[in-house]
């Protein structure tokens, strides 16, 4: 297997995507701190990620950190990436042949990691690794073992963002994290 930091490299010149290479600032490849236990996963970088280069800067990064040092977590010791690489323009979500496309850095990246517990943040990052029907709302908050990977499931944090400090996502997102910190303490 390559190291990170190779195929990071490799990652940061892919044109598999044609679209997404023409029109992104730069790939956003994730992250991965030395040792970490915890893997998150998101959909796909937006503006302020495909500006900085980094994963979960943004609004929704900002409140993954605030969570995760909430139930006891680090987002210094959590390694964070997304499905797609790049970011698609406008937001829009990623197509198939987008994720298909992107699907082998992330599965050796996730190889890389060799997290206890991966998390996915919505339904797309969770699809990623558990194709099927059933709603986030089914799946969530427990762990699935998927091809050896124990998987997590939960809200995105722009759903917990979008009910609200209130709203059942944010309660269920906290939940979810401090068991993701719990299994990998
Ligand atoms: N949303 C995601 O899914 N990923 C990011 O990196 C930022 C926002």
Redesign the pocket.
């Given at each position: 297997m390559t190291d990170w930091d190779t195929l990071a490299a490799e990652v940061r010149t892919c044109t598999r995507c044609p679209e997404l290479a023409a029109t992104r600032t730069q790939v956003?490849v994730g992250a991965r701190p030395e040792g970490a236990r915890l893997l998150v996963v998101?959909?796909?970088?937006?503006a302020q990620?495909d500006e900085s280069g980094l994963?979960?800067v943004?609004r929704?990064?900002q409140l993954l950190d605030r969570l995760l040092a909430e139930v006891g977590g680090d987002r210094a010791r959590t390694a964070v990436l997304?499905t797609l690489k790049c970011r698609p323009p406008g937001n829009r979500p990623p197509t198939r042949p987008e994720t298909a496309n992107c699907r082998p850095w992330t599965a050796q990246q996730v190889a890389l990691v060799a997290p206890d517990v991966v998390v996915t943040?919505?339904l797309s990052a969770t699809r990623w690794f558990l194709p099927g029907k059933e709603p986030l709302g089914t799946v969530r908050g427990r762990v699935h073992e998927v091809e050896g990977v124990q998987v997590l499931p939960t809200y995105?944090p722009?759903a917990a963002l979008r009910n609200g400090p209130q709203g059942e996502p944010m309660a269920l997102l906290r939940e979810d994290l401090a068991l993701a910190v719990r299994l990998t303490s």
């Open positions: 956003v998101g959909e796909a970088p937006g990620e994963p979960f943004g929704s990064g997304n943040l919505g995105h722009s």
